[in-house]
C-alpha cells in the first residue's frame, strides 16, 4: 500500500485541533477543567462537545491502522523499537516536565502560597500521580505493547474474507465497538483509575485502535474507493444528528455514574453514541481530507513532524495564559481568540527555534533525527 498523505495530515488535524480545544474549555459552560473563567459561553460548550465527540477515537482509529502496516511492511523488531523511541520517551518526558503543571495551577488558585518542592513531592506518589495530557501517549504506548501481543494471524483469519466488504464491514467495527465498550461499562465506571489510566476510556480508545487495524487489512473505511457528494452529505447530516443527541446524553446521564444506578436502556444508547459519532466523523473527515489534504506540500510535511511536540508543550502555556488572562476584564470572544493565538504562537515558536533543531530535544519529543 503507497503512503496515505491524507491520512499523516488527518492525524496531524486531530492533534493540533486539541490546541483549540484546550483553549476553547476554559470559556465554555457545562464542562468541567482545571481552570476556567468566569465568563462562559454556550456556543464554546457546543463546540467543545464536538471536538470530544470524535477527535480522540479518530486519532486512534488512525494509529492502529498505521501500527498494521508498520508491522507488516517492517516487522516487529522495527515497530516495537519505534514505539519506543517516538512514544515511551516522549511520554515518559511529558509525565515528568509537562503533567504536573496543570495540579500545580490548580492547587495554586486554592493555595496562593503553595511552593513547588512541596507541590512535587505530594504530586509523585502512588495517589496522586496524574497525567494531564499526556495521557493519550500512556494510552497509545499500551495500545501498541497490547497490540504487539495478539497473534497477527487474527486479524489475516479466513473468516474476516466471508465479510463483504462496505456497509457490512463499518457496521461490524460498530456493532464490536459497541458491544466491547458496553461489556467493560458493566464492570467498570469512568471514573475508576489505575496509575492514573481511566479504566473505561482506556478500553474506549482500545476499542478504536483495533477497529483500524482491521481498517487496514480490509482495506476499507480509512481507505474508501468511492465517494459522492450525496454520500458525503449523508454522512455529515447523521454525524450532525448523533452528535447532538449525544451531547445531550453526556449532560444528562454522565458517564461515571455506575451502570447499575442508571437507566440501563439510556445508558446502552449512550454508549452506542459515543461509539457511532468517531466513526461517522472520521468517514465525513477521511472524505475531506482525500479531496483537499493528500498532497505531499512542505507545510504538510512540517506539520506532520511538528504536531506532536507542539501538542505536547501548548497545554502547559495554555494553562498559564488561562491562570493569566482569568483576572483580565476582557470579553470572553476576546479572551478566546487571543488564547489560541498566543497558545498556537508560543508553541510554535518553541518548535521552530528550540525543539526540531536541537538532537537532545528532539530525541526527547519523538522526532527522529535529521
Not at 519505534?82 to 490548580?106: C, D, E, M, S
Request: net charge positive; proline share 3%; with cysteine.
Amino acid at each position: 500500500m503507497e503512503r496515505l498523505v491524507y491520512l499523516d495530515n488527518l492525524r496531524s488535524f486531530a492533534l493540533l485541533l486539541g490546541i483549540v480545544f484546550h483553549a476553547a474549555i476554559v470559556y465554555a459552560t457545562e464542562i468541567k477543567y482545571a481552570i476556567q473563567d468566569e465568563t462562559r459561553s454556550e456556543v464554546l460548550s457546543y463546540f467543545c462537545y464536538w471536538i470530544h465527540s470524535y477527535r480522540m477515537p479518530m486519532f486512534y482509529m488512525i494509529s492502529g491502522f498505521f501500527s498494521a502496516m508498520v508491522w507488516t511492511k517492517k516487522g516487529s523488531s522495527f515497530y516495537l523499537e519505534a514505539r519506543f523511541k517516538r512514544v515511551l520517551v516522549p511520554t515518559i518526558f511529558g509525565l515528568i516536565f509537562f503533567a504536573p503543571i496543570q495540579y500545580y495551577l490548580t492547587e495554586r488558585i486554592k493555595n496562593p502560597n503553595l511552593e513547588v518542592l512541596t507541590f512535587l513531592e505530594y504530586f509523585f506518589t502512588k495517589e496522586q500521580f496524574q497525567h494531564s495530557h499526556i495521557w493519550f501517549l500512556v494510552d497509545l504506548f499500551c495500545f501498541s505493547i497490547l497490540y504487539s501481543l495478539i497473534p497477527k494471524s487474527f486479524f489475516t483469519a479466513k473468516i474476516w474474507n466471508r465479510i463483504h466488504k462496505g456497509l457490512i464491514q463499518y457496521l461490524l467495527l460498530v456493532s464490536f465497538c459497541f458491544l466491547f465498550v458496553l461489556f467493560f461499562h458493566t464492570q467498570i465506571s469512568k471514573g475508576e483509575s489505575y496509575f492514573g489510566i481511566y479504566k473505561l476510556t482506556f478500553v474506549f480508545q482500545f476499542s478504536f485502535f483495533i477497529a483500524g487495524v482491521f481498517c487496514f487489512h480490509w482495506k476499507s473505511i480509512l481507505v474508501p474507493k468511492t465517494n459522492s457528494f450525496l454520500k458525503t452529505l449523508t454522512i455529515f447530516v447523521w454525524a450532525i444528528f448523533v452528535y447532538l443527541v449525544f451531547k445531550d446524553l453526556e449532560i444528562d446521564d454522565p458517564l461515571w455514574i455506575n451502570f447499575q444506578y442508571v437507566n440501563v436502556w439510556i445508558r446502552s444508547l449512550h454508549i452506542l453514541l459515543w461509539v457511532i459519532s468517531p466513526f461517522l466523523w472520521t468517514s465525513f473527515l477521511i472524505i475531506i481530507f482525500q479531496s483537499f489534504g493528500n498532497k505531499d506540500g512542505k507545510l504538510g510535511v512540517y506539520l506532520i513532524e511538528a504536531s506532536l511536540p507542539i501538542y505536547l508543550v501548548h497545554h502547559p502555556i495554555s494553562l498559564l495564559y488561562a491562570y493569566w488572562v482569568r483576572e483580565m476584564e476582557w470579553g470572553i470572544w476576546v479572551k478566546f481568540l487571543s488564547h489560541v493565538i498566543v497558545v498556537l504562537g508560543v508553541s510554535f515558536f518553541l518548535y521552530e527555534f528550540l525543539i526540531r533543531k536541537r538532537k537532545p530535544l528532539r530525541f526527547l519529543f519523538g522526532l527522529k533525527n535529521n
